[in-house]
């Protein structure tokens, strides 16, 4: 960092910044708002829409700020008549063709279009032609729509495709009034990122499909929270009307978590909150379901519990999108109530050596890492994750580390990849051969003259870092992970120390999951519980008989065809969730409503350990109540009352029990969250014992 | 008032204090001297005594809370003089942990109830000052509601299932509870109230036949939910405290939280019988803070509402005070007036009273065809109305009895206590703000401001019925110069532009949305103006931040001040003679509450 900061003067104040600075950002840091339509922080600057020109002293003409860098000694005007006749002119200009949408555009109220014309621009239209007309809107996408008439020109969604998401399917055609934002020929918007260029768009130019018409922004209510689509943790905003519905959702900038953008599958995946709920309690009655009081299903589902509990016949799994607080509370009436050692988050196999990934990952010897540390990092590993498909906002911070920074980046995968094409390398490796190429991998790193054919590679991973690793899950569910975990010590050994490994996980609390000790565990009577997918096979054989299930995620991935023979096998299944699983064959014995992420208050843990908080932003539907204050009622009803009866006594009583999030209060999480200590991810977890 | 006058007093200022005094000049705005806290009584006694103009009528002193500035509260203090026809702005400065400030109340008596309600609103202490307590709240109220950190929504209602979490605020504190935040309010004399309650109290049973009695909350003479406390000896007043704060319905505090369109609404509802005289000063104070002038048209269609407002809002007095001391007739022929007035308020804007049709930048829309005519047709007949109801009262000899010599305050008395109107006029002061400090072309009419000589409850009737009549010739005088031409003025960024451009052109589209569903912007200021209304001086103080909020909206209000002199005005008088005072200073609770 130069500690030489370059000294000038905007509309008579005085500023000092960093050389290099653009001038518009130079402003802004003394409070000066400069008004912006094609300038983006996160873009390369193009100069395109005028809307920044200021008054340099010395330039004949005015200057465009968004790409001026600051120089020692600069006078600027922002607010002087110039400028200001400028900025009428150009807005006149960009008015010219606008079309009269306003009342009809999704972006009204919320539109930088209307806000500068107010501040800045002519109170009268002076043209008396007729505008320019297309077809409109266009679908050029499954989620966006384009009106090309609305759209000032000012690039960013095509600089978004180009600079940040690398997916180039838009494109500028034609010149002069005839100029057009469109896709190629036989090519839709169908980034999974596409959406966001619905939040750059400055004008109602392009908007969601999904959400188009939800409401005018006054209206709405806007929460914090985080979405739940994976195990980033972007940080979201949920916009809500009435109290009652969520209409869409909009990013909220985290630097730790997503950078400030978001995926389209999280963006737009927000219809299970209002649709197919579940949203009264429903218990079996001749071989039907049928709504019934609270006291009721607690009644008949703690009964259940209880006698197989007793029995040693009972399995629990609960879904890794649950709050922490959820997954605590459960655990906590899993271990101390009903003694039941069968717990897990996820009915897919898992190697017993890798349950926890990342603790997986520290016994190798890497230093568990951030998601931020992928853009610092000179060279970036993937090992058996698909971050396209899997993790698409960590897509984009490796592809800005690889296209912006200059990092290098290595594929170790079965296939190539679409992050491939921004790869140094790919390394594939064969199904089942998956150690011993890793194996080969870090030898090559160690020593040249053994790089049986990856010189390159170990070359390039010999330079300096610092490295960064991503771990896939994938890895953890190869029955070869132990042999794959000696392989990776070796890699860890070979790349040195100071390389950092972030474990990427499927969903967006298996963190928060396996902190809390959600799988099975040792217990000192009945030995080892039963992992997820052996309490399946021990209902097909009827060693298990009952099961309580929360959510569908845990059954989601796992065999279909063995969740069957499980599902008819079982004598009783007691359901927990937000919406009763459509391919659930049996009925359940009961079935409480649980609240989603959208309708209380509570915590995820993204995939490296942040713990963040989500806000309620709507009223819960239906009869439906929080998972925790559910576990609560059923603990009451077994006998054993818990002591902690708001989300903040659950989440301290969580912290404490809990090594990893010693030393984290409610209140400070703030909206940011906080990151959790990683380094004791090794240590098992108190509620484990009982 | 100009700035540069407010500057030429500022510079003697300097002269006298020093540094301790320096200029405030908000954009838009007339200027005013900001002074030490600690010389905030010798700076008043100069302003009263001194000053070139000699301040004498004191207008009020309001705060404004800017939460996170350091320091917090400003205390504008606005005076007036009644000879030199001018006012000025004055200000100090006090700030957290524990505001406070020497009162005036001594320098200027009509201090004493703004004092009151800027502690019970904001909680800042007036040392000195003989009855501290609040005003418009509950006795027992905790917190201060004005107060940017109190939040607007109010308490939370007590119900069976919450019933044991919620401390109903009215109750008495618990013993050891500090509901003023940790201050000895007894460190003050023992109020009033409470010498009076405990006065009462012992003198019940002495046989003297002194008791205190109730007169209102609910009292058809009292004009509105008003209580007074009444010690009497017999039938005669030995002394009065009112108590008000019953139809307190935080108009300055919603004010805050709405845009200024919609704020222009809750004006209708203060002194809710002069709606258009409330918006009529609201506009102008906004109009002052933008820097907007309305067209001529506007102006002079304001004049004549307001003057009609003004004989509507003296005919509902006139007829409930003739009701109240038995005059039972004049009651159905004042409002049988009224009424046409009424007619002509819904025939322009579609309401009958709480019209908001002055608003800033003019008028909501042009009058429409049959208002001119129906206008005429008023103006023909008033005059001989009026008559007629002079006819049943002037020399009546009863009405006579009842209201000459009765509920009399002096000149002296009234100017210092800030009472204002044909309160104040009929004890002789001639002060009318559309004379003193003409607005909306007020000093291009021919107009007599009638006044009385013996400040009591006839020159008062004598006043107000004679300032019908010259309403009556003002607004013959403004209808012959009404001139086609716009209602409103052309400046699109305040006023939205006709519906019929809104298809045509992108720049209208995109102001009348923003400006329909934002509001207006108004630029960092302040605006004040004041203006007359049938009650007396009706003043808007609005500070603008440049958001379409205003962040403070201070609401100055005839009836507020003039109901602090009432307890003067009946000292010795019978019970029969308070009903005839109460209703001779014609207040409207509305806007003493807000």
Known sequence: MSEELVTLTIDGVTVRTAPGTLLVEAAAQAGILIPVYCYHPKLAPVGACRMCLVEVEGAPKLIASCTTPVREGMVVYTDNQRVRKAREGILEFLLVHHPLDCPVCDKGGECPLQDFTYQFGPSRSRFRYPKRHWDKPLQIGPNILLDRERCIMCFRCVRFCEEISHHRQLGVFQRGNNQEIGTFPGQPFDSRFAGNTIELCPVGALTGAPTRFFGRTWEIGHTPSVCTGCSTGCNIRVDSRHGSEVVRLWSRENPATDDGWLCDPGRFGYGFVNDGRLEEPLVESDGQCVPATWQQAIARAGAVLEQHAKAGTLGILTSPRMTSEELFSVSKLARTVLKVPHLDHTARYVHPAAVDLRAFAASAGFTPGTLRDIQDARQIITIGVDLSREQPVTDLRVKKAVTQKGAELVVVDAEELELSAFARHTVLWQPGDEAATVMSLANAVASPSEANGMQAVGELLRQEGPKVVLLGWRVGESPDAERIGESLAALAQALGPGTRCVTILRHCNSRGALDLGVHPAEDPVSGRGMSGEEMLRAACEGRIRALWLLGEEPLQDADPDLVRRAMENLEALVFQGWSLPSWLERVPDAALPSTTFAEMDGTFTNTHGRVQRIFRAIRPKGKSRPGWEIVNDLAQALGHPFDSRTVEAVFEEMCAATPAYRGLSWNSLGVAGRESQADSAAAAPAAAQG | ?594
């Open chain 2, 1 to 594: 008032m100009e700035f540069e006058q407010t500057r030429r007093i500022f510079e003697k200022a300097r002269e006298r204090f020093g540094e301790d005094v320096s200029l405030s000049d908000r954009p838009n705005g007339e200027g005013s001297i900001v002074v030490e806290p600690s010389l905030i009584r010798d700076f008043t006694r100069w302003v009263r005594d001194e000053a070139e103009g000699s301040f004498d009528f004191f207008g009020e002193v309001c705060a404004t809370d800017f939460l996170g500035r350091s320091p917090r509260f400003d205390l504008t203090y606005t005076v007036y003089s009644t000879t030199a026809n001018r006012h000025l702005h004055y200000k100090t400065r006090v700030d957290d942990p524990d505001p406070q400030v020497d009162s005036v109340v001594d320098i200027f008596p009509g201090a004493g109830w703004h004092e009151r309600e800027i502690f019970d609103m904001f909680g800042v202490r007036f040392h000195g000052h003989p009855d501290l307590r609040r005003i418009l709240m509950p006795e027992h109220w905790r917190g201060h509601p004005l107060r940017k950190d109190y939040p607007l929504g109010g308490e939370e209602v007590q119900f069976s299932s919450n019933f044991a979490d919620i401390t109903p605020q009215t109750l008495p504190p618990a013993p050891g509870e500090d509901i003023f935040l940790g201050w000895d309010v007894l460190e003050t004399q023992p109020s009033s109230y409470t010498q009076l309650l405990e006065s009462g109290a012992e003198l019940e049973h002495d046989g003297e036949g002194r008791m205190v009695i109730n007169m209102g909350p609910q009292h058809p003479s009292t004009h509105g939910v008003l209580r007074l406390l009444l010690e009497l000896d017999g039938e005669n007043v030995v002394k009065a405290v009112p108590d008000i704060g019953f139809l307190h319905t935080g108009i300055e505090k919603t004010g805050e939280s709405l845009n200024y369109q919609q704020a222009l609404t809750l004006t209708d509802r203060m002194d809710y019988l002069s709606p258009m005289g409330n918006n009529l000063a609201f506009s102008l104070s906004v109009e002052r803070l933008i820097g907007l002038e309305p067209p001529e048209r506007a102006t002079i269609l304001r004049v004549i509402f307001a003057e009609l407002t003004r004989i509507q809002s003296h005919l509902v007095w006139l007829g409930t005070h003739a009701l109240d001391l038995g005059a039972m007739s004049a009651f159905f022929y004042c409002f049988r007036e009224r009424d046409q007035i009424l007619d002509m308020f819904e025939m322009v804007s579609g309401v009958r009273m709480m019209t908001s049709y002055i608003c800033p930048g003019g008028l909501r829309e042009d009058v429409t065809d049959d208002f001119v005519p129906a206008l005429e047709r008023f103006l023909k007949v008033f005059p001989d109305r009026l008559g007629e109801y002079e006819t049943l009262l002037t020399r009546n000899p009863i009405w006579l009895e009842r209201t000459q010599g009765v509920g009399k305050i002096s000149a002296e008395d009234a100017v210092a206590y800030g009472v204002s109107g044909a309160s104040l006029r009929g004890s002789g002061v001639r002060w009318d703000v559309r004379k003193a400090e003409p607005y909306c072309g007020y000093d291009t009419y021919d107009f007599e401001v009638p006044v009385g000589t013996n400040g009591d409850v006839y020159d008062r009737y004598l006043c107000r019925i004679e300032e019908m009549r010259q309403s009556h010739r003002i607004i013959r005088q403004a209808l012959s110069r009404l001139q086609p031409g716009p209602v409103q003025a052309e400046e699109r960024k305040v006023v939205p532009p006709p519906k019929s451009e809104i298809g045509q052109s992108m720049e209208s589209l995109i102001h009348h949305f923003l400006i329909t569903t934002i509001g207006f912007v108004a630029p960092p200021g302040e605006g004040h103006v004041p203006t007359e209304t049938g009650r007396g001086l009706l003043s808007f103080y609005i500070v603008g931040d440049g958001s379409p909020k205003p962040y403070r909206m201070r609401a100055r209000t005839p009836s507020f001040a003039n109901l602090q002199a009432l307890p003067r005005m009946l000292e010795g008088c019978l019970v029969a003679d308070a009903v005839a005072t109460i209703g001779s200073i014609d207040i409207v609770l509305g806007e003493i509450d807000r």
